[in-house]
Every structure is written in structure tokens, then in C-alpha cells.
């Protein structure tokens, strides 16, 4: 008979389901067997899973020839979870599940949380210790009943007297086992923040000495540099004159009288002196209160040179200077 024709005779699989243990089981006491049946239909196959994977047998499970049935002896803990059974045929699959209970702790309780405080904090203790059913908490501090039922213990505005050993107990009313757990804490004042040290005398003396010598150099610096910058401007002006007068500066004009009264002005020595015009007659004065004047041939530069000699001639062709009697 052909595949197909052996389809039409099979039946879909319908009412698929696992049986298995009706008391409590216990960690290391119990153990369970988990057979799975379907109410219709031909079963050409089964696969148990845990929890979504594949089981597989181990030293405390036992697969049947068949796949239809799981032995687990003794039970424990790690045996909790989800168990699956497929059921499969040409023509339909059927899936069903199985939630295993197994009673097991407390186990490896802990407490979880910090080990110093400082004071005026909140402290949080928390307490674990894997067990089902969830296990009943007891607190004692330094050895003594806090009366704290749960798994949470907290301290509000904590001091130095709750400093200690703080333990944790945890017990389990049916399979009557407990654990515990212990946790040092310290609880503290904050550490105060260091002030800066005072300046002794000989401190304070030396950075007012070593203030005042900065300020001293900078004025002396500013000082230098000021008179440093007026020299060199005063000596570029002076050759800057130079070069650009062949002959002394002459201020004026003609006076009332008619002559020309212009003033000469040399470097280190000022002439006042009234000049006649170039090619006017010299004239001597030969009375009291009368002027002499002498015109002024030579080219006066502006040099730092000691005052003229009065000449000997009063009339001298090539040099004259004037000189005025009254």
C-alpha cells in the first residue's frame, strides 16, 4: 500500500494530553512519571521538550522505547518548568503541555547591598534564597529580633548604631529547611573636608616680599621703557631737522621801522638777534642808545656747538654776528 493510500486510512490526532504525579513532590524524595496519550487518531510519533528545548535523558530521567513516557527519580529543583509533548501522524500533529512542580529550599541565600553608609543615609538589605514555595524571612541585628518579615530590610536615617552584623534567615514550611545569611555594615559620618592650611609669619613674610619685588620690577620696567622710547624719539627729530634745514630757522617779520626782525635758533644756544637785510650797509652805533647792526653771511646748522667767539673786525666780509649795544 502506497503512502497516500495509507493517509486516507489515519485518523487526525485529537485529545492529546500528559498525565502525571497528583502529591506534592519533594527535592530528593519524590519522584514523577509523565505519560503522554491522545484520545483520537494514530500516532506515528512523540518528542518530549522542557521549557521549549529537547529533553534528553539523563541519570535521573528516563525516556520510555516508545517516547511515550518520562520518569524522573528523584526529582529536584532543576526539574521545575514547562514540559511538552508532540504528537505527530501523516495527515495532523497535536501539541500539549505539563507544568512540573518540584518543592525544593531555601538554597545559597545572600544579602545584597552596600557594606558602609554614611550617616543620615537610607540602607537597603535585600535578601535572596531560591526556594518554592518563596520562602518566610527573618532579620536579626547583632543577634537580636528586629521583627522584619520580609525580604526587604531598610534603615532610614541611619546612625552609628546601626552599625553590626545584620543576618538573614530564610525558611522553607514544608520541606523544613532554612538558610541564612550574614552582612557586615558600617555606617559612618562623612570625612570633613580639609581646610587649607594657615601661612606661618615666615609664609606670610616671604609672599609679601616676593609680592612687593614683582611690583618693583614692573614699575622699574614701565619707567625705563617709557624714557627709553622719549630718547629715541627726541634723537630721530633732531636728525630729521638736520637734514631737511641747510640754514637756521628764521621767525618774524619786518618791524614798524621797516626792517626785517627775524630771530635765529640753533641747537644748545638761542640767537635773538635783529638781522639786516643782504647787501645793506653796516652801520656802528656811535651814541648811546643807538644799534648796531651786521648782517649774517655764514650758514648757521642746527648743531649741538659750544656759543660763537665775538669777532675781532666789526666789518668782516665772510662772518659777522650781531651784536646789538644799547
Not at 541519570?59 to 528523584?74: E, K, Q
Not at 617779520?253 to 638781522?275: F, H, M, N, Q
Request: glycine share 8%; aromatic share 6%; net charge negative.
Amino acid at each position: 500500500m502506497t503512502d497516500a493510500l495509507w493517509a486516507l486510512y489515519l485518523e487526525i490526532i485529537s485529545g492529546a494530553n500528559i498525565t502525571g504525579p497528583t502529591a506534592a513532590l519533594i527535592a530528593g524524595n519524590s519522584s514523577a512519571i509523565l505519560s503522554c496519550q491522545a484520545t483520537a487518531g494514530t500516532i506515528t510519533s512523540r518528542e518530549w521538550l522542557k521549557d521549549g528545548q529537547p529533553l534528553s535523558p539523563s541519570n535521573t530521567i528516563t525516556i520510555s522505547g516508545d517516547n511515550s513516557s518520562v520518569s524522573i527519580n528523584p526529582v529536584e529543583g532543576s526539574d521545575n518548568g514547562q514540559y511538552q509533548c508532540k504528537l505527530t501522524n501523516p495527515v495532523s500533529t497535536d501539541t500539549v503541555s505539563y507544568t512540573l512542580i518540584v518543592i525544593y529550599g531555601p538554597l545559597d541565600a545572600v544579602i545584597l547591598g552596600g557594606d558602609t553608609a554614611a550617616v543620615g543615609s537610607t540602607v537597603v538589605l535585600y535578601c535572596s534564597a531560591p526556594s518554592v514555595p518563596p520562602p518566610a524571612f527573618a532579620w536579626e541585628v547583632n543577634g537580636t529580633q528586629t521583627g522584619v518579615r520580609t525580604a526587604v530590610y531598610v534603615i532610614e536615617m541611619s546612625n552609628n548604631t546601626d552599625s553590626g552584623t545584620y543576618t538573614c534567615l530564610a525558611t522553607n514550611d514544608i520541606t523544613g529547611l532554612s538558610a541564612s545569611a550574614r552582612h557586615e555594615l558600617t555606617v559612618k559620618a562623612e570625612a570633613p573636608s580639609c581646610p587649607t592650611p594657615a601661612l606661618t609669619p615666615a609664609e606670610a613674610a616671604g609672599v609679601t616680599i616676593g609680592v612687593t619685588a614683582g611690583v618693583a620690577l614692573l614699575v622699574l620696567a614701565v619707567y625705563f621703557g617709557i624714557r627709553h622710547f622719549r630718547i629715541k624719539s627726541n634723537d630721530s627729530g633732531q636728525e630729521t631737522a638736520g637734514n631737511n634745514t641747510e640754514r637756521a630757522t628764521v621767525q618774524g617779520g619786518e618791524g614798524s621801522s621797516g626792517k626785517p626782525s627775524p630771530k635765529v635758533y640753533r641747537t644748545g644756544a638761542r640767537l635773538s638777534k635783529d638781522i639786516q637785510p643782504e647787501g645793506s650797509e653796516h652801520r656802528n652805533a656811535d651814541r648811546p642808545g643807538q644799534r648796531s647792526h651786521i648782517h649774517v653771511y655764514e650758514n648757521i646748522r642746527r648743531q649741538n656747538l659750544p656759543p660763537p667767539l665775538p669777532p675781532r673786525d666789526m666789518d668782516i666780509q665772510d662772518s659777522a654776528y650781531d651784536k646789538q649795544i644799547k
